[in-house]
């Protein structure tokens, strides 16, 4: 099997980075790292060394090129179909494909307002209507997972799956901004936050010097 590689944004805020990053780490993948400091000037001719999109995240395997996060997950999940990406169950899976979507393309207010920054702690920032409107969606998203196909496991499918992966930015974001959470939701944050993988992209989010000043309060 050729190798793979990840090109990957900060850790401490990109969100998307995180996505393929955590997917990959939980179901046991060996690949390589590389990583392009965001938002400088040449960040964006960096990235287009390896995609046309200038964006990360980009996985690199043999002489294919996969960007864009929920892309490169399921070219994941082609390639190794003995993993469990998805859950086996039909109904389970067109509903967690369903609400990674939704989060692939929705909830503007909260991604602007609530920008992910691991390391900084902003209690009651960016908390607007409209972004309480995304987090109430949020919040009925991960109940009916967590009440429909979680019975085997706690994450929002029951084991993990790519849509685990897909909101653990946002579990990181309810985290800076303490975001106030029914008990349901906040126990699925715990579980999110429990993981030595998530616990390793923190850490090491802590030790980058690099800031973003649009992402800081
Ligand atoms: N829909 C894309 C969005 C990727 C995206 O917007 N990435 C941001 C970082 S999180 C980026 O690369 N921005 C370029 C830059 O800051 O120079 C995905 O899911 O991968």
């Given amino acids: 099997m050729t190798a793979l590689t990840l090109v990957i944004g900060n850790k401490n805020y ?35 060394q390896y995609s046309p999109s ?3 995240p980009v996985l690199l395997h043999d002489h294919q090129i ?3 996060s929920l ?5 994941l999940a082609e390639l190794f179909p003995s993993l469990h990406w998805w859950p086996s ?15 692939h393309s929705g909830f503007l207010n909260l991604r602007q307002n609530m920008p992910m920054n691991c390391r900084a ?15 109430d969606r949020i919040m009925a998203i991960w109940q009916e997972a967590r009440q429909k196909f979680g019975f085997d496991g706690s994450f929002l499918l029951g084991q993990f799956t790519i849509a685990d ?11 800076t901004y303490d975001v106030q959470l029914n008990a349901v939701c906040q126990s699925y944050v715990d579980t999110i ?7 390793e992209w923190i850490a090491a989010a802590k030790n980058e010097e690099a800031v973003i000043p649009q992402y800081e309060f």
Avoid at 91 to 103: N, P
Avoid at 167 to 172: E, N, T, Y
Avoid at 193 to 199: E, G, N, W
């Fill in 14 to 48: 990109s969100s998307w980075s995180l996505r393929p990053w955590l997917a990959m780490k939980q179901l046991g993948l060996q690949f390589h790292e590389t990583q392009i400091i965001l938002g400088s000037t040449e960040s964006a001719d960096q990235i287009r």
């Fill in 54 to 56: 200038a964006k990360v």
């Fill in 66 to 68: 996969v960007w864009d």
């Fill in 71 to 75: 892309a490169i997950c399921e070219y």
């Fill in 89 to 103: 169950n039909q109904t389970a899976r067109a509903f967690a494909r369903s609400i990674s979507a939704e989060m």
């Fill in 121 to 135: 702690k902003y209690p009651g920032k960016g908390l607007t209507p409209s972004v309480q409107q995304d987090i």
């Fill in 165 to 175: 992966a897909f909101f653990a930015p946002v579990v990181l974001r309810f985290v």
């Fill in 193 to 199: 936050l429990a993981l030595p993988t998530v616990q």
